[in-house]
């Protein structure tokens, strides 16, 4: 025998058991067009054991995104959020939250990512689970094991029936909750405001359904919380990416000369960063930039790709962002430079923006609430005789499913451990004046988490 079949052999077994019990789940004609028969009775039990013994197959190692310390952290505070909430546990179906439990990489087939498949966490007082498809060969599972700190991993079974087309059944759910002793229990989903519930409408009220005795509410003050009070290290992480991101805007006047076509300039800054940044940042050199001059009517508004424009004096030049992350935290730092001596106007509405700016960022403190940030930027803008703003938020917290918009009918109480932005925007055939900045509340008030917007609008000589 050769010596690869040998040492091979379990595995090919239970590749051939796999396939069996794929023929023997086969629902059969009758949930084909034109069938007859009954269809066979799926038994995912059987089914979703198939595959488990790759969780714990020999691998190389892999870096998990945070170390374990950090993830009993978050446990932690969303267990303590519950009790309060009142919820036997806690239950993601999104990628946008499910990977601040995870990581940002597995499992990669979250519903709203791949909406075919779907993954679901659910974190109970004494026990976190990830339930999840482990594909056709079982090989996410092994790379989810080496990636992850989630304690208990398990299979979601690719079976259904027909006219379902996603691949799984919501039928197997209902015994999943029934051995974690949840079938007759209060259930938080992602169901509120900021919430993006990662299985379709129909599903969960099917599984409403399916779940008589067990309440399946609306969790959604519990995740928002989480995803808007900080742990220590995703704050190092964002003023690392915070860093490099402001870096890069103070490139822009190196690399940036009248006469070079957007195509090259960006390529000047791609270049720069990689001979800068290493290992956990990354860098997207296209989108968010805005290029204005009322003189040669050629403005580039807000686009996300590289063109062949060229560069010429009169020409204000905005980023939205940085293009920066660190380790999956983004740098939303925006700026504007101006080529040659820009006029009076364009210096008075930078030196506008720059005071809503800073007015803004006084107004961050512990107990302050969202709309007294806007307020503060109003002020400003009544007091230089601008129209009042009717629609638009001006300034958000690092995610949106934390719910944080800086904006006037949002009366969200900021506390310490939130990221909150104040960026004042207007928009004038001149320029688009956006001036972000990151502050993180703290006990005493407000710190910055980078270096700040400068007062003067920097401008690019000839």
């Known amino acids: 025998m050769p010596a690869w079949r040998g040492r091979d052999a379990p595995l090919l077994r239970r590749a051939g058991e796999d396939r069996d019990a794929a023929r023997c789940a086969d629902p059969g004609p009758a949930a084909r067009p034109g069938g007859r028969r009954r269809p066979a009775v799926i038994d995912y039990r059987r089914l979703a054991a198939l595959h488990e013994h790759w969780l714990d197959h020999p691998g190389y190692a892999l870096e998990p995104d945070f170390p374990r310390e950090e993830y009993e952290l978050r446990l932690a505070r969303a267990r303590e959020r519950m009790a309060a909430a009142r919820l036997d546990a806690l239950v993601i179906t999104s990628g946008a939250v499910g990977q601040w439990f995870t990581s940002a990489l597995e499992p990669h087939e979250w519903h709203d990512r791949c909406p075919a498949r779907t993954a679901w966490f659910i974190l109970t007082p004494d026990g976190d689970h990830l339930y999840m498809t482990p594909t056709t060969a079982g090989e996410h599972f092994n790379t989810t094991r080496r990636t992850t700190w989630v304690t ?29 002793g949840l079938d007759r229990s209060r259930l938080g989903f992602e169901l509120g405001d900021c919430m993006t519930l990662g299985l379709s409408v129909s599903d969960f009220l099917r599984l409403r359904e399916l779940m008589p005795d067990a309440q399946l509410v609306d969790g959604s003050d519990v995740i928002r919380w989480l995803m808007s009070v900080h742990t220590p290290l995703e704050i190092e992480r964002l003023r690392r990416a915070c860093e490099a991101g ?3 805007h103070a490139q822009v006047p190196r690399l940036l000369r009248v006469g070079l076509t957007e195509r090259e300039f960006l390529a000047r800054m791609a270049a720069a960063f990689r001979e800068r940044w290493g290992e956990g940042y990354s860098y997207r050199e296209t ?24 560069f010429q004096l009169g020409d204000l030049l905005f980023r939205a962002s940085s293009g920066v992350t660190y380790r999956g935290y983004y740098a939303d730092n925006d700026r504007l430079w101006h080529l040659g001596p820009p006029p009076d106007v364009v210096r008075e509405w930078y030196r506008v923006t720059w005071e809503c700016n800073r007015a803004m960022a006084e107004a961050i403190r512990p107990g302050h609430r969202c709309s007294d940030v806007y307020a503060a930027c109003a002020r400003v803008e009544r007091r230089h005789g601008f129209p009042r703003r009717e629609v638009g938020r001006i300034g958000h917290g690092l995610r949106n499913t934390g719910g944080l918009s800086v904006h006037p009918d949002n009366h969200t109480v900021l506390e310490p451990g939130m990221v909150i932005s104040v960026e004042p925007m207007f928009a004038a055939v001149h320029g688009f004046y956006d001036l972000e900045d990151q502050y993180l509340v703290t006990e005493m008030g407000r710190e910055a988490l980078h270096e700040l917007a400068p007062e003067e609008l920097p401008v690019i000589a000839a």
């Open 152 to 180: 208990h991993i398990r299979a979601i079974v690719e079976r259904t029936t027909w006219p379902r087309h996603e691949i799984w059944d919501l039928a197997q759910m209902p015994a999943l909750f029934a051995d974690l």
């Open 246 to 248: 402001v870096w890069m």
């Open 287 to 310: 989108g968010g930039w805005d290029v204005r001059n009322p003189g040669r009517g050629d403005a580039n508004f807000f686009h996300a790709v590289a063109t062949d424009r060229v």
